[in-house]
Every structure is written in C-alpha cells, then in structure tokens.
C-alpha cells in the first residue's frame, strides 16, 4: 500500500471485508475515483441491490485505513448520479442500479435488437428495471393520478355492506355487481348492448388472451392473425399459449383485410378503435371487409385497451356492438386507473361463454371480490366518468406538448396516431431505431423503438408514452433524443 498517499491512514488492515475493497487496488492519488467506481460497479451488477445500507462513512474509512473525507466524497458524488441518498438515521441507502459502459454497445443488442432475431420474453419486465431519467415507455397510464381518496371511500362503503357469506368463494365470470356496472359503462361508451350475464370478468386483457388461445387450440385453431406493426407484448402473450402469430400488414387505413382473408387464418386479433402502435383507426370500408370476413366464418378478437382516452376526434364504436356472434371483445382499467388492479372484462360469443368461464375458473377460481365491488362503485356513482375527463383534459395537454416537442426538435419525424391515446409513434426515413432507442436510453430517456413491434419490414421510429410525464420532462426527452439521433 502506498503510505506515503495522505489519505490513508496509518491504521489500515490492507482491505476490508466489504466487498473485499483493498486501496492497494488505487491508482496514486485517485482513491475517491476508485472507491466511486467500486461501489458503482457493485451497485451495477447487484452485489449492493436497491435498498442495501451502505457502511457509515466513519466506519468504511476505519476498515480501509483511508481518510474519512476520501468516503465521504465517494457517497456524495453516488448521491448526485441518483444512485444512492442518505436518510438521517437509517443511513446511505442504494436507491437506483447504474448503467455500466456504452448502451449502444453493451445494452443494445441485448435489449433492443429486432424481434425478427431475438426478444427475450421479460423485455419490459429488464427494460423497467433499467434506470432513466425520464421514461416515455408507451401504454403506461398516469399512476400518480390514480383516485385514492375516492377509491377509500368506496372500497369503505363496500365493507360496510357486505354480509359475511360475501366473503367466500364468488362466481368465477365475476362478481354480478362489477358485471352490471360495466354492461352500463360499455354501453354508454363503446356503443356496446350486452347482457351483464354474458360478462367474464378476468385479470386484465392479458388473460383474455391466455383464455381465448387455450380455447381455439382446443378447437384446432393454431394461429391467430396478428396486426403489423402490432403489440409485441400481444404477441407475446399468444406464443406463450402455443399459437402461430401470421402478420397481417396495417396501412394509414387500418388492418389490410384482403392480406388477411389471404392468409387463410381463421382468426385474427385487432385493435380497429386506436390501432397499437401507430394510432390508425380501422376506417369504414376496412370494417366493412372485416366484418364480412368474420360473418364468413372468422373470428376476431378486438382489444379494446385505451379507446376511451380521445381528443382531436369523434368516438369509434367497438367492433362487437356491430357482430357480437363472431367477436370476443376483452378491455380493462389498466389505462384508465391502473395496470396494478388486474381487471379486465370479456365479452364472448354465446358458443364459446361457458367454455371461457369454466376455463376461468380453472385458472384461479374468479378475480378478487373486493377490487370488483370497489370499481363498481365507482362506476356507479360516477367517478369514474370524473377521471376519464380530468384524464383527457390533462393527456391533451401532455400531447400537445409532445407534439410541439418533435415538430421543434424533430422536424423530419411523421407523426403518427396523436389524436388519441396515451402514446404516440414517430417514423423516419431511414436508419436504424434499435440504435436510437439505445442512444436514447443511454443518455436518460427510455422508449420503445417500433421494430420491436414489427415482424414485417416497416420505417424506423419510436413509440413515445406522455400521459406519465409533465409538459416539461416530455419536452426534454424530445430534445434529447433529437441530440443523440
């Protein structure tokens, strides 16, 4: 050790147990370097995880045999990355995992090569994970706007109510009070007309899909027809359940029938009220084709995930209002409370109803009571009719600052699907959208680049979420991905 360095101490051991730190280990006169990159590393690869207390400064400068201030230095410049943050008592805690090296050539290939090579299935779960200054990742609702005062006061009048019989195993489609509530919600703002019987209930349209993929393949239909571009996590969900997902290219009119009748599929999966991701509207000749496709002997299924949120244009009825015997219709709450709530609902065909329910009730004996009755009181009393327009006021806002964003800094860009939503897509005319997501997310901004929703050849661009983040954070993030294009 180089005891001549005055800031070592005369009373160091030659290391500490701490992640086995030796200051023989630093370059002359770079001690606080080296222990900052150290603890970075460590808090990197998970050897300190979120939530790990890091030694007192006294304490870590006496095992190293280094002066207190070399430590307190190192913590302060972890506390400015954002990677730690003291707090009094409880001491300095890891608060955010760094990113090692160059995105663009560590992080890309793994995390944002082409679908058409390779996406590994926990993408959005490790894409999360990773730290960003501002995330425009797409499909994420404004959680901070969540109503908790008015769901206290429901879930509160609920209790109060209920018998303790009502406590028990429910019906697996779903309590009947949930089932009403959204029958009359549906039919006020998707045009739909159904009877609350012919409700399933389920755990968000990420069931409906394991649900209605477990049923045809039971029926001998192996593939379900997907859009292009389309949700890869969609896409997903339908391979994990064992079935083929054929691309049926999306044009600025909507879902090519014509490919799609083609194809030889027998059926499909579309989202005809504000097409993911490009925000295309199935036009009405397109619906025309399409439902005489199914009156054929197709079947659609139509995810209806974010319809409600509109603002430059009129509403668009759901496909099922128009042929409710050959479309399984399937929503949820995620974009409009929460993703955290896990309800969804289902509409099915009379044919394939009970097969569903017993097949819901298979999988985990129904949703949660509780939740259900909770969302139905807010459905009834009206507020959730209140945050759907205090969402739209405040999604307008952050759309429009979005906008005005790409049109400044991005002024090459096509923007597509603004007028609805909570995400909008741009497009360019060349080059390559893995590398600028990377860029992009190396430099503090994560988004999605649309090849991942992509099996077909299409133009490069991004997929950018704003009902999450201010007009000022959406503002940044632009500018900075206009910098690193």
């Known amino acids: 050790m180089n005891r001549s360095n005055p800031a070592i101490s005369g009373r160091s051991n030659g290391g500490a147990d701490f992640l086995q730190l030796d200051p023989a280990d630093a370059p002359p006169g770079g001690l606080a370097d080296w222990l900052t990159d150290r603890l970075r590393t460590a808090i990197s690869t998970g050897h300190l995880p979120v939530g790990t207390r890091l030694p007192a400064t006294r304490t870590l400068a006496t095992d190293l045999g280094l002066s207190r201030g070399v430590v307190t230095e190192s913590y302060q410049r972890l506390t400015e990355d954002g990677h730690v943050s003291t707090h009094g008592r409880r001491g300095t805690i890891v608060v955010?995992?760094?990113?090692?090296?160059?995105?663009?050539?560590?992080?890309?290939?793994?995390?944002?090569?082409?679908?058409?090579?390779?996406?590994?299935?926990?993408?959005?779960?490790?894409?999360?994970?990773?730290?960003?200054?501002?995330?425009?990742?797409?499909?994420?609702?404004?959680?901070?706007?969540?109503?908790?005062?008015?769901?206290?006061?429901?879930?509160?009048?609920?209790?109060?109510?209920l018998e303790s019989a009502d406590f028990g195993y429910g019906d697996p489609a779903g309590t009947p009070t949930l089932r009403r509530a959204v029958a009359a919600w549906l039919a006020q703002y998707r045009g739909i007309t159904a009877d609350p019987d012919d409700l399933i209930i389920v755990a968000g349209v990420a069931q409906a899909i394991g649900l209605v993929s477990q049923m045809l393949e039971r029926h001998g239909i192996h593939e379900i027809a997907v859009e292009d571009p389309g949700s890869l996590g969609s896409r997903q969900h339908l391979q994990n359940w064992g079935m083929r997902t054929p691309p049926i290219p999306v044009d600025d009119r909507g879902l090519q029938v014509d490919?799609?009748?083609?194809?030889?599929?027998?059926?499909?999966?579309?989202?005809?009220?504000?097409h993911f991701p490009t925000g295309v509207v199935l036009d009405g000749e397109r619906r025309r084709e399409l439902i005489q496709w199914a009156t054929d002997g197709g079947l659609v299924i139509e995810d209806d995930y974010d319809a409600e949120h509109r603002y430059d244009r009129p509403p668009v009825p759901a496909l099922r209002s128009m042929l409710p015997d050959q479309v399984i219709y399937a929503g949820s709450v995620s974009k409009l409370l929460a993703p955290a709530l896990r309800i969804g609902w289902m509409l099915a065909p009379p044919q394939y109803k009970e097969e569903?329910?017993?097949?819901?009730?298979?999988?985990?004996?129904g949703n949660a009571g509780l939740p259900q009755l909770t969302l139905a009181a807010l459905m009834e009393s009206g507020e959730l009719e209140r945050q759907l327009r205090f969402l739209r006021r405040r999604h307008r806002t952050r759309r429009d600052a979005m906008v005005s964003a790409i049109r400044n800094h991005l002024p090459t860009a096509t923007i597509h699907g603004a007028a609805a939503g909570l995400h909008l897509t741009i497009t360019f005319a060349e080059g390559d959208d893995?590398?600028?997501?990377?860029?992009?997310?190396?430099?503090?901004?994560?988004?999605?680049?649309?090849?991942?929703?992509?099996?077909?050849?299409?133009?490069?661009?991004?997929?950018?979420?704003?009902?999450?983040?201010?007009?000022?954070?959406?503002?940044?993030?632009?500018?900075?991905?206009?910098?690193?294009?």
Not at 439 to 452: I, N, R
Request: charge should be neutral; glycine fraction near 6%; include cysteine.
């Open 356 to 365: 569903l329910i017993a097949r819901k009730r298979l999988a985990d004996l």
């Open 259 to 274: 490919v799609l009748r083609d194809s030889g599929a027998s059926a499909v999966m579309v989202t005809p009220a504000h």
């Open 434 to 485: 893995t590398e600028l997501a990377a860029a992009a997310l190396e430099a503090g901004v994560k988004t999605h680049p649309l090849s991942w929703h992509c099996q077909l050849p299409h133009a490069p661009g991004l997929v950018l979420g704003y009902a999450a983040r201010t007009p000022t954070e959406i503002t940044e993030a632009i500018a900075t991905i206009a910098k690193v294009s």
């Open 96 to 161: 955010a995992a760094p990113m090692i090296g160059d995105v663009r050539k560590s992080e890309g290939p793994r995390f944002f090569g082409r679908p058409s090579l390779a996406v590994a299935d926990d993408v959005f779960d490790r894409l999360r994970d990773l730290p960003a200054r501002i995330d425009l990742t797409p499909g994420v609702p404004d959680l901070a706007a969540f109503p908790r005062s008015a769901w206290l006061r429901a879930e509160r009048a609920v209790l109060a109510d």
